[in-house]
């Protein structure tokens, strides 16, 4: 079954009805008493309530801007204002810094995963070891990577869990959730995929990766047991996990691969969002929507000219074009006639919006659109 699939099934058979509104999200549906009888009586003494939705994610102040997974060049090229500093030691955790809203509690457009604009940066400045004072700096990428990969990890489970609901007809993610043990495993293995993906495409950063990661708490810091070569055996775990709370006498063994249940389980489809507060805002790349292999993204604060970036595929820029001839910004590459073309038909449907935004951000209001 897709994600779309699986979310839909949750929603309409399994959970109650998702919260719609954000000030919600400090409350989860299902009671304690309702917790309670669908746990074993050896397992109703680790019941503990989640953590809370962290304040950046409240804030009003804040604002929540979709992008496209662990997208590249999330920042801005230019130097910040405010250094980001190593916080020190221990370091926040990668819940402090990110996190994961589960579909089971949230309805579409709520539930996905959040990653702090500023955790990405501090995230960053621990594994260089130093502050982050370019918006390219390249601990960025990692850290960036890092977190999506942890929070990514959180997704799938519940995907599994999903899976699981499917043939059992009935809930299982409620109570896997609210599981001290199965929660405290789940994060050593969101910390060893995190590790895998890290020591696959940046290895120089393991080494701080791995100090940071053993620096936090119960369950997160026993990643080392499924790094690498292990993390099959971690999600197989985590499938124990998961059947522990599927009814005695329905059609799931106790034991069994955890192919089934994390089959074909990846970032595709995943909604993800970055969270900005207000210092840090004038350093976002702001993305606007994917369309016909296109992706346009546009500075938040001012740096003439004015210009959009153009990336195709999506998390591959090309070039940067100036705005409104759309010529390359110099010493950027032309496009070839076939991607103008694309360009043009892109800025068909969302030109509009990226002018405006291009005229708040350099703060003219008789900023032209482009001749299409």
């Given at each position: 079954?897709?994600?779309?699939?699986?979310?839909?099934?949750?929603?309409?058979?399994?959970?109650?009805?998702?919260?719609?509104?954000?000030?919600?999200?400090?409350?989860?549906?299902?009671?304690?008493?309702?917790?309670?009888?669908?746990?074993?009586?050896?397992?109703?003494?680790?019941?503990?309530?989640?953590?809370?939705?962290?304040?950046?994610?409240?804030?009003?102040?804040?604002?929540?801007?979709?992008?496209?997974?662990?997208?590249?060049?999330?920042?801005?090229?230019?130097?910040?204002?405010?250094?980001?500093?190593?916080?020190?030691?221990?370091?926040?955790?990668?819940d402090t810094l990110a996190y994961y809203l589960p579909y089971h509690f949230y309805c579409d457009g709520i539930w996905g995963i959040y990653l702090k604009a500023t955790g990405i940066l501090e995230l960053a400045a621990e594994l260089k070891v130093a502050p982050i004072t370019h918006g390219d700096d390249d601990a960025i990428q990692p850290a960036l990577i890092s977190l999506f990969e942890h929070e990514l990890f959180h997704c799938l489970t519940e995907q599994a869990a999903t899976r699981a609901e499917v043939v059992v007809r009935t809930s299982v993610y409620h109570c896997y959730f609210f599981d001290r043990y199965a929660r405290f495993h789940e994060e050593a293995v969101a910390n060893a995929s995190a590790h895998h993906k890290i020591s696959k495409t940046y290895p120089a950063c393991v080494a701080q990766l791995e100090a940071w990661m053993k620096s936090q708490g119960r369950g997160y810091q026993d990643f080392t047991r499924y790094a690498g070569r292990f993390l099959g055996k971690g999600r197989l775990k985590c499938s124990n996990h998961i059947i522990r709370f599927v009814p005695p006498r329905t059609s799931l063994p106790s034991r069994l691969p955890?192919?089934?249940?994390?089959?074909?389980?990846?970032?595709?489809?995943?909604?993800?969002?970055?969270?900005?507060?207000?210092?840090?805002?004038?350093?976002?790349?702001?993305?606007?929507?994917?369309?016909?292999?296109?992706?346009?993204?546009?500075?938040?604060?001012?740096?003439?000219?004015?210009?959009?970036?153009?990336?195709?595929?999506?998390?591959?820029?090309?070039?940067?074009?100036?705005?409104?001839?759309?010529?390359?910004?110099?010493?950027d590459p032309q496009l070839s006639h076939k991607d103008q073309g694309r360009l043009r038909g892109y800025l068909q449907k969302f030109g509009g919006e990226i002018c405006e935004k291009l005229r708040s951000v350099y703060q003219n209001p008789h900023l032209p659109m482009p001749s299409l």
């Open positions: 079954m897709s994600l779309r699939s699986l979310v839909k099934f949750a929603h309409e058979e399994i959970s109650d009805q998702p919260h719609e509104r954000r000030e919600d999200l400090t409350h989860f549906p299902e009671d304690q008493q309702q917790l309670d009888e669908r746990l074993s009586p050896e397992d109703s003494d680790l019941m503990a309530q989640p953590p809370p939705v962290p304040d950046w994610i409240l804030n009003p102040e804040s604002e929540i801007v979709s992008i496209d997974g662990a997208s590249p060049r999330v920042f801005t090229e230019g130097p910040f204002d405010n250094p980001i500093a190593p916080t020190g030691n221990p370091a926040p955790g990668p955890s192919e089934f249940l994390f089959r074909k389980s990846g970032a595709a489809n995943v909604p993800t969002y970055l969270v900005l507060d207000a210092k840090i805002a004038g350093h976002l790349l702001r993305p606007f929507p994917k369309h016909g292999g296109v992706l346009v993204k546009v500075h938040s604060r001012e740096h003439p000219p004015p210009h959009i970036h153009v990336e195709m595929p999506p998390g591959n820029e090309v070039t940067r074009c100036e705005w409104p001839s759309l010529e390359p910004v110099k010493g």
